[in-house]
């Protein structure tokens, strides 16, 4: 079954009803969408190029419905947040399905020059930044995105300014019925300022189909920053289908690091790229992945500006019969003189039924450089295993002080301590078997 087909006639039948609910900044990307969908001809299954352990033809077969009529659907921030996200600041909102939704107290807390605001609000004011195109071409999560988008997030820092609390983005689903979301975030950090983000995504509901198809652009201006944290801790009915894409002006900094602790079928792109020198991109993961969970992360840097640097670490611990892959391409343009790029994957397979593919690449074209990259997928070291239990330590909690240590330098690069704090909580749960809603894990093997 071509899934592609079944939401190019939808949108076509429909388009005059998504148009009417929408600004014009989002209506004007659609026909370069729909020619991008039509040109593709289908969507990538597994085993295509990229796409060793997931199809995003299978996560788009299923039948689900889009809320295309803007049909309002009601959310408690209190009761959403009564959760084991953590909440370390007062900038706070949500994304409910797709639609935004500011917390009691956002606009009051945003200080002068930071804006958080409907993504459909500022296509009415800002038109040329929701508009403006950072994400690659002929991609086919972004393709799908830009059909369907009516909301979304928009975030702009202004000039100069340094926001000292993080911005929090609460994405839910909150439907009885099956439902894919076409969730868009913009983010704009001018130049020299410097802010954090994160975004979570987790359930209302936990008995339901749903599929996220997320596109996040960010712009981070010269001499800007930009931290942004992105923790899945979602159902095993909830799919994902994520596009992540920077532009980075001249001495710009980035650091992204995307943490997995539940789901169905996820599969994250990473796009950053460089608009200028000295630019620095840290692109960080973590999966916990158990069931028969499949995760899939892919990063595609191309350095064509001399002297930037990019560090990217990617870590799963995979049990049961979870599958994972990481892909990551890293390409030194010709002009790119005195870049420095490293690339590691580590795999932790705590089952004999887990399966990892790995796939780390390098392509260089100039001289003056320093780059690696590498990979390696293993077991727990059996000697540490020995060492800990013959002090006492009952294997099962040896695992996962192990685990724990493996995982260490993923989060360390986190630099918001009470957040860093709060995923090492949220970790060590999900290892002992139990995330917030333990009716979704299946880690069984620490418990052997």
Not at 21 to 45: E, F, M, V
Not at 76 to 96: E, F
Not at 341 to 350: E, K, M, P, S, V
């Amino acid at each position: 079954m071509n899934a592609l087909t079944q939401y190019i006639e939808l949108f076509e039948s429909q388009r005059a009803v998504i148009d009417s609910h929408a600004p014009a900044a989002l209506n004007s990307r659609r026909q370069a969408a729909l020619d991008t969908l039509r040109r593709i001809g289908r969507l990538p299954d597994r085993g295509d190029e990229g796409y060793s352990k997931i199809s995003l033809n299978d996560m788009f077969a299923p039948d689900y419905g889009i809320n295309i009529a803007r049909v309002p659907f009601a959310a408690d921030a209190r009761t959403a947040y009564s959760c084991d996200i953590p909440s370390v600041g007062i900038l706070s909102a949500m994304l409910v399905n797709d639609a935004f939704v500011a917390t009691p107290g956002l606009e009051k807390g945003l200080p002068d020059g930071v804006e958080v605001m409907s993504l459909a609000r500022a296509a009415e004011i800002y038109p040329d930044l929701v508009a403006d195109r950072i994400a690659p071409d002929d991609n086919a999560i972004d393709a799908l995105n830009s059909l369907f988008v009516q909301d979304g997030v928009f975030i702009r820092v202004r000039a100069g300014i340094t926001l000292d609390r993080p911005i929090q983005i609460l994405s839910l689903f909150n439907t009885s019925q099956p439902l894919m979301a076409a969730r868009r975030t913009r983010i704009v950090i001018e130049q020299g300022a410097r802010a954090s983000v994160l975004v979570c995504d987790h359930p209302r509901v936990h008995d339901v189909d749903y599929l996220s198809c997320r596109v996040i652009e960010a712009t981070v201006g010269e001499g800007a920053s930009l931290d942004f944290y992105d923790l899945e801790e979602s159902t095993a009915r909830t799919r994902r289908a994520s596009v992540f894409a920077a532009a980075q002006a001249e001495g710009s900094s980035l650091n992204v690091c995307s943490i997995f602790l539940n789901g169905s079928m996820t599969r994250n792109e990473f796009y950053p790229r460089h608009h200028g020198e000295h630019c620095s991109t840290r692109l960080g993961g973590m999966v916990i992945g158990g069931g028969a969970q499949i995760i899939d992360n892919a990063t595609f840097i191309d350095h064509i500006y001399p002297r930037c640097k990019s560090d990217q670490l990617f870590k799963y611990a995979l049990f049961d019969s979870a599958q994972g892959s990481f892909e990551g391409m890293v390409r030194v343009d010709g002009r790119a003189q005195f870049t420095e790029a490293q690339q590691t994957n580590r795999n932790l397979l705590a089952s004999p039924d887990a399966r990892m593919h790995a796939m780390p690449q390098l392509v260089i074209y100039c001289d003056e450089v320093k780059a690696s990259h590498g990979s390696a997928t293993g077991q727990l070291d059996e000697n540490a295993m020995f060492y800990m239990r013959s002090r006492g330590i009952p294997e099962s909690e040896a695992r996962m002080m192990l685990i724990n240590a493996f995982m260490t330098d993923v989060l360390d690069a986190i630099t918001l301590e009470p957040l860093r704090d709060r995923l090492r909580h949220l970790v060590d749960k999900r290892l002992r078997g139990c995330g917030s809603h333990c009716d979704n894990c299946s880690i069984e093997s620490l418990r052997k």
